[in-house]
C-alpha cells in the first residue's frame, strides 16, 4: 500500500486559515469515511485532532475541522496560533483492513 | 483515565528480534477495541505496523507481515510486539495505540484510528 500524499509544508500568519489536503485513492480515502488527522509537536506522541473525516473528540479545539471530497480529505484549522505549528498526518482505513498514513505536513505559523 | 506505556530493549542487534510490550491501565484491553503498534524512523513521518484484538484477530501492515507479530496478554492487560531479523531500516520511535473499531455498531476489522496513545519508546539498532 502506498502512503497518502500530503503537502510537505504549509504556513499562515496568527488568526488565519490554513487547509491541509491529504490525496489517497478510491481503495482507501475514497472508500470509506474513515480519515483521521493527527497533530505531532517535536519530541511528543502524536495526537488525535479529527476521526471519522470530520468528528472532533472532546480534547480538539473548535478551530480544526476535516473534510472530504473524493479521494481527497482535507484539513482546516481556523484563527491559527503559535501553538498550532506542528508536524500533521493524515491516516485513512482501506479496503484490505489495514491502515496507511500520510507522508506528514510541517505547519509553520509566522 | 486510560494510559498506554512502552517498554523494552532500546538496543537490538542486526539480525536480531525487536520485542517490545505495551502495558494498558484504566482500562481493560477485553472490554474491546484494537490495539496497535506504530513507529516513527528519525525524522520521518508515521508507519503503522499492525493491530490486535483481544479475541487475537490481528491486521498488519503488508511490508512487514512477513517479520511482525502482534499478540495480547490479557491476565497482564498488554500486549506485545515482535520484529524479527532487524536491519538499518528498523530503528525508529515505537508508538503503542488504542484503536475504536466499531462506530455506531458496525464493525471494522482491525481497527479505525488511534485515539490513545503511548509516549514512545526508542529502539535503535546496532551491534
Known amino acids: 500500500q502506498s502512503a497518502l500524499t500530503q503537502p510537505a509544508s504549509v504556513s499562515g500568519s496568527p488568526g488565519q486559515s490554513i487547509t491541509i489536503s491529504c490525496t489517497g485513492t478510491?481503495?482507501?480515502?475514497?472508500?470509506?469515511?474513515?480519515v483521521s488527522w493527527y497533530q505531532q509537536h517535536p519530541g511528543k506522541a502524536p495526537k488525535l485532532m479529527i476521526s471519522?473525516?470530520?468528528y472532533r473528540p472532546s480534547w480538539s479545539s473548535y478551530r480544526f475541522s476535516g473534510s472530504k471530497s473524493g479521494n481527497t480529505a482535507s484539513l482546516t484549522i481556523s484563527g491559527l496560533q503559535a501553538e498550532d505549528e506542528a508536524n500533521y498526518y493524515c491516516?485513512?482505513?482501506?479496503?484490505?483492513?489495514?491502515?496507511?498514513f500520510g507522508g506528514g505536513t510541517k505547519l509553520t505559523v509566522l | 483515565q486510560v494510559q498506554l506505556q512502552e517498554s523494552g530493549p532500546g538496543l537490538v542487534k542486526p539480525s536480531e528480534t525487536l520485542s517490545l510490550t505495551c502495558a494498558v491501565s484504566?482500562?481493560?484491553?477485553?472490554?474491546?477495541?484494537?490495539w496497535g503498534w506504530i513507529r516513527q524512523p528519525p525524522g520521518k513521518g508515521l508507519e503503522w505496523i499492525g493491530s490486535?484484538?483481544?479475541?487475537?484477530?490481528?491486521s498488519y501492515n503488508p511490508s512487514l507481515k512477513s517479520r511482525v507479530t502482534i499478540s495480547v496478554d490479557t491476565s497482564n492487560n498488554q500486549f506485545s510486539l515482535r520484529l524479527t531479523s532487524v536491519t538499518a531500516a528498523d530503528p525508529a520511535v515505537y508508538y503503542c495505540a488504542r484503536l475504536p473499531h466499531c462506530p455506531g455498531g458496525n464493525c471494522h476489522h482491525g481497527g479505525l484510528y488511534f485515539d490513545i496513545w503511548g509516549l514512545g519508546a526508542l529502539v535503535t539498532v546496532s551491534s
Open positions: 491516516s485513512s482505513y482501506t479496503t484490505s483492513s489495514t491502515l496507511v
Open positions: 471519522n473525516v470530520s
Open positions: 490486535i484484538h483481544y479475541s487475537g484477530s490481528t
Open positions: 478510491s481503495s482507501d480515502v475514497g472508500a470509506y469515511n474513515f
Open positions: 484504566g482500562y481493560s484491553i477485553t472490554s474491546g477495541y484494537y
